[in-house]
């Protein structure tokens, strides 16, 4: 059949071919700058291919595939790319050296290929036949290399930025279609913008003696958290605002989940370092930190790796999966040196102590860094996934992406590099790391999952795609205000929203980014499918059951503030006490079993859906599926797969099989 320009929603300026299985959605306001139709993309080490039209917008580059033998990539995202996700262009002719391409290079021969190099480890390359598509190539090659300068995304200070303007412009019957589809594919996803979400979660975890407090609906209190907080029951929103100056970034501690043996797990920032609190806003802090639930234990982050650490151990990781960049006798030790295994490995065994503490003993583990914005995101969510049934369904984990990365802060656009290059780079990718977490715990518990490798690759990729509200800004703010741009005529004001000129209330334009979890709009319904884990537990109940109640802290009672560092817990006093506990708790090792009989889960097994997973060297594993599929021998799903392939697959599912046989109740 042939792709129309009606059908596509585009302007086209040579037929293509499509495929009655592709669904290509395209925004409004996209457009297409070039197009080679005739075009073929090389797949694998055996000089295959597939023909197709290659297309650059002011918003993507992407391949149709047309007439391609065998099945279609897994992942929509295979076919395209965009813009601000490609890291270099290089043009490659036989009769020229390789050049690498720019909005201000100047490029003076006829492409034969192009190599487009992507922050998501892909590595995509396009080859033009001689068959008459030497202008078609030379426009591409330039057209691409403009778009994606142009359409580097500003960022914080780009709400409405013409490149990435609001999606709209659709008509009210696929607006309504559209609306309801992801509705009812998003319907068990929490968003976290509601106060009904808030309460609907609290409820669930049936964490008694907390509630939701609206102290910063308006963003007031602190820009960078989101509108409603759980805190404390017995603590007035009067108490609480009295707290908030005494923390970087005025970003306080709150539950950010509840154990059902009676544990809790708070977040917060570092305590600000002029902090002299008066007597009343003592009590107030207190209240907030102990308020009577046991004792403190404060996780000392310190043991993580940097911000700094993390973007040196991905770029090291990134320059090694790439053809040729090591000896294959010394790929491994290169591997070893980039220190990203270590990093994931570090992540994961920090996350086991914190929840082993929740699961064993009533008290309280508050997980504090200087920002609050970055690895308490992944370590709160790390713990969550070990210890709740719920955050390892499929809805369940895109709601706790939303409530502890979406709502809580996280600067994904300075951390996935998404911003100019005249903008100051603060870029670290904590968020993927916390995928690699992720993936490490979905292949030593397969059967506990209900998700796949799939939906985390997916997942992986779309963080690049500013398509979408979840990665586009850095708040809950920025993305209230950035996606509904404005009139030219209007202002806005704390109190009243947006007016007009005449003081006349009215909202700008119905225009929002979806939530990346819109999945229809990028992936078919069958690739859906493969996203949810055939053999996964079924979904868990809404409330959490009571379970069994974690044995008294043998430490001490409420009150008493403990450091957990380096595996040990060991007093240590709050800044503003004028001295230590009178009778300070001996120092506690826990052995390096944490399941084991007299760890921190006491003299018992692991209560049922807790996981505990093994950090020890061999079972860290490379993502293979993730980061070396740019290397020719790792391409598969458009040809034929070889021997090999098949063999790798065929040990994979043999492998699951066994441990799902394992798990099984007989």
């Known amino acids: 059949m042939s792709c ?26 996209e457009r297409v700058l070039e197009e080679a139709a005739g075009a073929r993309q090389r797949c694998g080490n055996g000089g295959g291919s597939v023909p197709g039209t290659l297309l650059c917008t002011n918003r993507r580059l992407a391949f149709l595939p047309g007439q391609a033998p065998g099945s279609r990539g897994l992942l929509h995202s295979e076919d395209e790319v965009a813009l601000p996700c490609i890291r270099k262009l290089v043009a490659a002719s036989s009769f020229s050296k390789p050049k690498v391409l720019t909005a ?39 057209a691409i290399a403009r778009a994606r300068e142009a359409a580097a995304w500003l960022g914080d200070a780009a709400e409405g930025h013409d490149g990435w303007s609001c999606p709209g412009g659709a008509s009210p019957e696929e607006v309504d279609e559209e609306e309801e589809e992801d509705e009812e594919e998003g319907s068990a996803t929490l968003l976290f913008e509601s106060p009904q979400d808030w309460e609907k979660e609290l409820q669930r975890l049936g964490a008694a003696g907390w509630r939701v407090s609206a102290v910063n609906e308006r963003f007031d209190m602190a820009p960078s958290l989101p509108q409603y907080l759980w805190v404390p029951s017995g603590l007035l929103d009067h108490d609480l605002k009295r707290t908030f100056a005494h923390f970087q970034e005025r970003r306080v501690p709150r539950l950010c989940w509840h154990h059902p043996g009676g544990g809790d797990l708070l977040r ?20 907030l930190l102990l308020g009577g639930r046991g004792p403190c234990v404060l996780a000392d982050m310190a043991e993580l790796p940097t911000l700094a650490d993390i973007q040196l151990a991905h770029l090291r990781l990134r320059a090694l999966c790439l053809p040729g960049a090591a000896a294959e006798e010394k790929w491994l030790s290169a591997l070893e040196g980039t220190r990203w295994l270590d990093h994931v490995r570090t992540c994961l065994r920090k996350a086991v102590e914190v929840v082993s503490l929740l699961a064993g003993k009533r008290c309280s583990v508050v997980l504090q860094e200087p920002s609050d914005r970055d690895l308490n995101c992944l370590l709160a969510s790390l ?74 690759l997916a997942l992986h990729d779309s963080s690049f795609s500013p398509y979408f509200s979840t990665f586009r800004f850095s708040c809950q703010r920025q993305r209230d205000h950035g996606s509904m741009p404005r009139l030219p005529s209007q202002t ?55 379970g069994r109640p974690g044995d008294p802290c043998p430490w001490g009672g409420a009150g008493l503030v403990l450091m957990l560092a380096k595996g040990s817990l060991c007093p240590h006093p709050l800044p503003w006490w004028s001295h230590p506990p009178l009778h300070p708790p001996h120092r506690v090792s826990p ?63 043999q492998e699951r099989l066994r441990t799902w046989n394992l798990r099984r109740p007989h």
């Open 591 to 653: 052995p390096e079993s944490w399941g084991m009989q007299g760890g921190l889960l006491g003299g018992c097994c692991p209560p049922p859906g807790l996981l505990l997973p093994c950090t020890a060297g061999p079972c860290i594993r490379l993502w293979h599926r993730c980061y070396l599929r740019g290397l020719p021998q790792e391409q598969r799903g458009r040809l034929a797969p070889s021997l090999a392939g098949l063999a790798e697959e065929l040990e994979l599912l």
């Open 268 to 287: 917060a920032a570092g305590f600000h370092p002029n902090s002299e609190p008066g007597s009343e806003d003592m009590r107030c802090l207190e209240a």
């Open 383 to 456: 713990v969550q996934l070990l210890g709740d049934p719920h955050a390892r369904s499929l809805p369940g984990f895109q709601s706790l992406v939303q409530r502890e990365w979406v709502a809580a802060g996280h600067p994904f656009p300075h951390r996935l590099g998404l911003l100019c290059r005249d903008t100051p780079r603060e870029e670290a990718p904590v968020f993927l790391l916390f995928l690699d977490c992720t993936w490490q715990l979905l292949r030593q518990f397969p059967a506990d999952f209900g998700f796949t490798e799939a939906f985390l």
């Open 492 to 546: 806005y004001r704390p109190v009243g929203g947006w007016q007009d000129p005449g003081g006349h209330r009215g909202g700008p334009p119905t225009c929002t980014f979806p939530p990346v979890w819109a999945w229809r709009r990028r992936y078919t319904r069958q690739q859906q499918e493969q996203f949810r884990n055939p053999v996964g537990p079924p979904a868990p109940a809404e409330t959490l059951a009571p």
């Open 4 to 29: 129309s320009p009606s059908k596509l929603g585009l302007p086209q300026k040579s037929g293509g071919k499509c495929t009655e299985n592709q669904s290509w959605r395209w925004s409004s306001g």
């Open 104 to 142: 201000a290079s100047t490029l003076k021969f006829i492409p034969e290929e192009l190599v487009v190099f992507c922050r998501d480890f892909r590595l995509l390359r396009f080859y033009f036949p001689e068959n008459g598509l030497a202008p078609q190539a030379f426009r591409l090659a330039n």
